[in-house]
């Protein structure tokens, strides 16, 4: 595979990630200064206090900001405002955290059972969400919802020898088995961000972790190999489920392994499931929380497709599905990755991806600050999610959020 040519602010992957924002990796002081006092960084702060006063208007008289039955989409709306760090949205950030403390249930998890309906509370989803934004809290002592959090989600990564093994999907109560990436890349973030949190559990408690290596297996799992063709090194979503459709490719060479172990010859084909945008940010994620640095092939893979398939016009492979999802997982995954330029293939312009990142969500601000994708699924249509996901995407592009 041909060599990707990435610029990192700070060189390797920093190797540990911690429970207090300021502990997961970030760039030098220097660099830090850097970036914000770039020509960007001053339209993306007048476009993150426009979304943050349109989430708090938005707030309801129970503190959630969107459906009341899935408290994730708040704790995203709680993520922005926290991030936004303009004391005025303090009230509204407190009211916030006591509605997401009012979902909290016995089992640990963060979400609201639907009665009658076993896994529709998305348990999975909505406590790993939640839990990410209450790890940015300061001021209020949350140790013992984090650590029944962090229990809770522990006990919902999937085991046995299944291609679902290792991952995470929407419920662990789900009368159905199955795990996606996007779902265990949530879940890998909130776990990394509370884990210092673990040094506070009472003496003679067990402590809460994942299974790190059946983990970073799903991930592997869903990475095209080199023989992908265009979705080489790129992700896909689930081993059961295929967003960006399939297409059948050709092995380049002898001795390249089929799912059940067989040889593949060179030039047999073989059905693969297509890589796409934002799903291959989220395995880049996936693989760094697994600290992985950039030395590694499955790293340099995930970059180098990536590259290749630079756009901030759609969410390339599925168009404008997720484009606001795609939008805040660039912004997570490359700063948390401590990538600041990326050099495109065939001698184009290095990409300053936090300049384009911003300048095109400035773009689509909407007059009353908030954003909306025209395209439902994936709940975009939802202007407090795409709101939310957008101005996560921009402090992380600047800094405000690490």
Request: aromatic residues 10%; charged residues 25%; contains cysteine.
């Amino acid at each position: 595979m041909k060599q990707l040519f990435i610029f990192l602010a700070i060189g390797l992957f920093c190797p540990a990630f911690g429970a207090e924002p300021a502990a997961v990796p970030t760039a030098s002081a220097e660099k830090s200064a850097t970036i914000s006092d770039a020509s960007y960084s001053a339209p993306a702060r007048a476009s993150i206090a426009k979304a943050a006063s349109y989430l708090a208007k938005h707030q309801k008289p129970k503190g959630n900001f969107s459906n009341p039955r899935f408290p994730g989409l708040s704790g995203l709306a709680l993520w922005a405002l926290i991030g936004s760090n303009d004391k005025q949205y303090d009230p509204v950030i407190e009211k916030g955290i006591d509605y997401l403390l009012s979902t909290v249930q016995k089992d640990g998890g963060i979400y609201c059972p639907v009665p009658g309906r076993e896994g529709g509370g998305l348990s999975t989803y909505n406590t790993a969400v939640c839990l990410t934004a209450l790890s940015f809290v300061k001021g209020r002592d949350l140790t013992r919802v984090i650590l029944d959090a962090r229990t809770f989600l522990a006990d919902s990564q999937l085991s046995g020898d299944d291609s679902f093994s290792g991952g995470f999907g929407y419920d662990k109560s789900s009368p159905n088995r199955y795990a996606d990436l996007m779902n265990t890349h949530f879940v890998m973030e909130a776990m990394r961000r509370t884990e210092k949190y673990e040094d506070k559990r009472p003496a003679g408690e067990k402590k809460a972790d994942l299974d790190w290596d059946a983990a970073l297996a799903f991930a592997e799992r869903l990475q095209n190999d080199a023989d992908a063709g265009e979705s080489a090194g790129g992700f896909s979503y689930s081993p059961a489920d295929a967003k960006a459709g399939t297409e059948t490719v050709q092995s380049k060479d002898d001795g390249q392994q089929a799912e059940d172990g067989v040889s593949l010859e060179k030039g047999k084909e073989k059905i693969i499931m297509r890589s796409y945008g934002s799903i291959t940010y989220a395995g880049l994620l996936a693989l760094v929380y697994c600290k992985l640095d950039r030395t590694d092939s499955r790293v340099r893979s995930a970059l180098d497709w990536a590259s290749k398939h630079w756009t901030l016009e759609e969410n390339p492979g599925v168009g404008d599905q997720g484009l606001y999802f795609f939008y805040d997982v660039i912004g997570r995954s490359l700063s948390v990755s401590g990538i600041d330029f990326i050099e495109r293939p065939e001698n184009a312009s290095a990409v300053d991806w936090r300049s384009e990142l911003v300048n095109k969500l400035i773009s689509l601000q909407r007059e009353n600050g908030s954003y909306q994708n025209s395209n439902s699924r994936f709940w975009e249509n939802d202007p407090i999610l795409s709101t939310a996901y957008s101005a996560i995407a921009l402090e992380f592009a600047i800094r405000q959020l690490q």
